[in-house]
């Protein structure tokens, strides 16, 4: 889709249905590309939990996590 500056400001309900549709958004300016627009879905993939470097780090700890919680708080919570 095409949209001119006028269009962004009047017509931004269009624009907004555009990058639902999963389409590209170019911002004209006096006839000539100034910028494109990219449907958010496009940019990042969602990242599962499962794929995130942190998920089972430290899967063989033995303290809860409350006592984990508290040991990283450590005296300031207890001065409260």
Known sequence: MNASVVD?????NDVLKA???NEEV???YRGKEKGKIVPNNRMQKPLKVEDHPFF???QDYSQTV?????E???ARIHDI
């Open 8 to 12: 962004l400001r009047y017509k931004m």
């Open 19 to 21: 990058l639902d549709r």
């Open 26 to 28: 170019t911002i004209l």
């Open 56 to 58: 089972g780090s430290v």
């Open 66 to 70: 409350e006592e984990v919680i508290d």
């Open 72 to 74: 990283l708080r450590g």
